[in-house]
């Protein structure tokens, strides 16, 4: 033990584990208050922060802070005292029941399960007017998160079982067990939660079927009736058969339209324009109303965001939903149990519209899987390996790309229009080439011969211009 201070006596005991207050006669082992006491003249209602100690400003630990720079402002203490003072409360004492005190609820379930349900209650109704609601189906009272939430706070067999078995009186149980017993106490509860969930839920899943579904019906008739695109693949068609003369890939009839992502890679040995830039040059040559092709497709960009697979799930599962919700009614209503009367008067007839809806849907669907293996077809694929999704997708982009050149080329048309027109075989290649003479001849000629290449594959190995392959 340390020896005993000067003037003898124990030395001090050591201050007690966590960080109390340390016992009368002990030297303090950290910071101090600086500031005097305040004492109110009532008892206040505390403000519970962390309190801040700050070392002496001559100690060499101390470290600076904000609160260095931080003057307390004077407060009117009476103020304080009328605004934020514990309020006194005259009780009247009851020596009968000074000495009871108040009686806790009782609780049967599990904690975790208690607490899952207590949050639950906090968004709801009273219990008195829930009931009322759910045998009425109330939807001013209780909205569609109130019943998913209801859903999957049903009572099992069990839990009912356990609540009745304690015996205790139904004022005296705690709330969650209160509320189980209320669910518990309306008749074909899970049917009629299931139905009405249902009916809240339809029209969202509608609006994700009908107009995705008629957004690819309109896009495949916009592909297959555009004179305008079909232009455009006839001047792509007529080049590509060109570039790939004498070889396993020439004398095309058609192409995929996979392809058409890939002009803007197939680049000049310059480097100064790509194949749709050339394809755009020729279109305007040729058919400028074919400039315009991008506006007839509005339809297949929203058809990009559309997934059939999508579609026909959720019809599949709305099907399923209303057959299965016509059964459960019918049960409840032919049982005639408590609330069946309003039940029927709000089922009914949602669900004779719903059907009609659903046979609607399912037509529109099927429309857009027809009409989605048709154009796939049009042009020339295999529908069973498509996904509308990608393919639309694809078509989007190079319309996108597409436009993007025709705005490029219309923004250099002013200089050019001072100009002699230009060879577009001499531009690319640098070859002369007369005037009057083909300029697509003359362009497709050096590509031929090796004047242009795809974008990243220049450098050794490759043709040089004006070279054979």
Not at 51 to 65: S, V
Not at 207 to 235: H, M, T, Y
Not at 268 to 297: P, T, W
Not at 308 to 324: F, G, H, P, T
Request: overall charge positive.
């Amino acid at each position: 033990p340390p020896p005993p201070p000067p003037g003898g006596g124990p030395p001090p005991p050591p201050p007690p584990p966590g960080g109390g207050p340390a016992p009368p006669g002990a030297r303090p082992t950290g910071p101090v208050p600086t500031k005097p006491m305040i004492k109110p003249s009532t008892r206040m209602r505390n403000l519970f922060w962390n309190r801040l100690l700050l070392a002496p400003k001559n100690d060499e630990t101390r470290e600076k802070t904000v609160w260095d720079t931080v003057k307390e402002t004077d407060v009117d203490r009476s103020e304080l005292e009328r605004l934020f003072s514990q309020k006194e409360v005259a009780r009247k004492i009851d020596t009968a029941s000074a000495s009871t005190s108040r009686p806790t609820k009782k609780r049967i379930l599990s904690d975790k399960r208690s607490q899952q349900l207590a949050i639950m209650l906090s968004r709801l109704p009273a219990m008195a007017v829930l009931r009322e609601a759910v045998l009425k189906m109330d939807e001013s009272k209780l909205l569609k998160d109130d019943i998913s939430s209801l859903r999957n706070a049903m009572p099992t067999t069990e839990e009912l079982q356990s609540i009745k078995d304690a015996g205790v009186p139904e004022a005296e149980l705690d709330k969650p067990e209160k509320f189980l017993l209320t669910l518990g106490s309306i008749p074909n509860l899970a049917a009629r939660l299931r139905v009405w969930f249902v009916k809240l839920s339809f029209m969202e899943i509608v609006e994700e079927v009908g107009p995705p579904s008629l957004d690819i019906s309109k896009a495949c008739k916009e592909l297959k009736g555009s004179e305008n695109f079909r232009f455009v693949l006839g001047v792509i068609l007529g080049v590509g058969n060109f570039l790939n003369g004498g070889t396993p890939k020439g004398q095309a009839d058609g192409f995929q339209l996979e392809v058409l992502g890939k002009l803007a890679d197939l680049k000049s040995s310059d480097g100064s324009i790509n194949m749709l830039d050339y394809v755009v040059d020729v279109i305007k040559r040729k058919k400028q109303s074919a400039l315009r092709v991008c506006d007839e497709f509005s339809s297949v960009r929203m058809a990009a965001k559309a997934s059939l697979k999508e579609i026909r799930r959720l019809w599949n599962q709305l099907s399923k939903d209303i057959q299965d919700s016509k059964k459960a009614a019918e049960l409840i209503i032919s049982n005639n149990v408590e609330g069946a009367d309003h039940f029927a008067r709000v089922i009914t007839p949602f669900l004779t519209d719903a059907e009609k809806t659903v046979v609607n849907l399912e037509k529109q669907t099927k429309e857009a899987e027809t009409g989605f293996e048709d154009v796939v077809s049009f042009f020339g694929g295999r529908p069973t390996t498509k996904d509308n999704q990608e393919y639309f997708a694809a078509i989007t982009e190079f319309l996108n790309r597409f436009k993007r050149c025709v705005q490029a080329a219309a923004q250099k048309q002013p200089d050019a229009a001072k100009k002699p027109k230009a060879n577009m075989g001499r531009m690319i290649t640098g070859a002369g080439a007369g005037e009057g003479a083909d300029p697509m001849a003359n362009l497709i000629n050096a590509m031929k011969a090796g004047g242009f290449r795809l974008k990243g594959r220049g450098g050794p190995g490759a043709a040089p211009p004006g070279g054979s392959r």
